[in-house]
C-alpha cells in the first residue's frame, strides 16, 4: 500500500525558515517523480515544487523560487521541502504527492495527509 | 501560466440524480501530437487530501466509480456524477499538467438538496 507522511509543519515568524518531510513507503520510490502542493484554508490546491527521481531535475513555482528548496533522499525514502524567507502568504496545509508514472509524472495519484504551515508573528 | 475556471462555485443535487460542473483553461490543454487532453479531476472530502478521479480529461482511475465521467476537449471540460450518492459531498477540482506550472482550478463543492 503506498504511504506519504509529511512532517514539520508548525508555527513560525515570518521571515523564519522550516524543513518538511515526506516518509515515503509501499513502492519504489527512487522511480517516480514527487510534488509539493499547499492549499490554504478554504482554497484551492496550489503547486510548489516537482523533483525526479534521481535528483538531478526540480521545478519551482515562482512565488517560492529562491526561497524553498525540494531535494529528496533515496536511500531513505524521503522527500524535504526545505522553507526559507517565509512569509504570511505560505500559510497552508503541505502534501507531498506522488507523480505518476503510468500517466504522466504530473498526475497526482497518491498524496499524503498533509502537515500545516502557519506563519505568523 | 494556464488559469483553470470552474464553475458554479457550489451546487446541490438531490440524491440519485445528475450533477454537472466545468472547467475552463486559459489556453488549450490539448496536445496535438499524441491528441490528449492534459486534464485531471480530484475529489476533496473534508478534513481529507485530494484523490484523483479523472486524466486524460476522461480516463477514470481505478477503482472510481463508474458514475463518475469526464469529457471536454481543448479548453473546455465536464465532470459529471450520473447518481449523486451522499459519499459523492466533496469539492472537485481540475488541474491542468499541461505544462508547469501545474494549476488548479478553484472547485466545485457538490452538496446534496
Known amino acids: 500500500e503506498v504511504q506519504l507522511v509529511e512532517s514539520g509543519g508548525g508555527l513560525v515568524q515570518p521571515g523564519g525558515s522550516l524543513r518538511l518531510s515526506c516518509a515515503a513507503s509501499?513502492?519504489?520510490?527512487?522511480?517516480?517523480?514527487m510534488h509539493w502542493v499547499r492549499q490554504a484554508p478554504g482554497k484551492g490546491p496550489v503547486w510548489v515544487s516537482r523533483i525526479n527521481g534521481d535528483g538531478s531535475s526540480t521545478t519551482y513555482a515562482d512565488s517560492v523560487k529562491g526561497r524553498f528548496t525540494i531535494s529528496r533522499d533515496n536511500a531513505k525514502n524521503t522527500l524535504d521541502l526545505q522553507m526559507n524567507s517565509l512569509r504570511a502568504e505560505d500559510t497552508a496545509v503541505y502534501y507531498c504527492?506522488?507523480?505518476?508514472?503510468?500517466?504522466?509524472?504530473?498526475?497526482?495519484?497518491?498524496w499524503g495527509q498533509g502537515t500545516l504551515v502557519t506563519v505568523s508573528s | 501560466d494556464i488559469v483553470m475556471t470552474q464553475s458554479p462555485d457550489s451546487l446541490a443535487v438531490s440524491l440519485g440524480e445528475r450533477a454537472t460542473f466545468n472547467c475552463k483553461s486559459s489556453?488549450?490543454?490539448?496536445?496535438?501530437?499524441?491528441?490528449?487532453?492534459?486534464l485531471a479531476w480530484y475529489q476533496q472530502k473534508p478534513g481529507q487530501p485530494p484523490k484523483l478521479l479523472v486524466y486524460w480529461a476522461s480516463t477514470r482511475e481505478s477503482g472510481v466509480p463508474d458514475r463518475f465521467s469526464g469529457s471536454g476537449s481543448g479548453t473546455d471540460f465536464t465532470l459529471t456524477i450520473s447518481s449523486l450518492q451522499a459519499e459523492d459531498v466533496a469539492v472537485y477540482y481540475c488541474q491542468q499538467y499541461y505544462t508547469t506550472p501545474l494549476t488548479f482550478g478553484g472547485g466545485t463543492k457538490v452538496e446534496i438538496k
Open positions: 504527492a506522488r507523480g505518476s508514472s503510468y500517466y504522466d509524472t504530473r498526475v497526482l495519484d497518491y
Open positions: 509501499g513502492f519504489t520510490f527512487s522511480t517516480y517523480w
Open positions: 489556453q488549450s490543454v490539448l496536445y496535438s501530437s499524441n491528441n490528449k487532453n492534459y
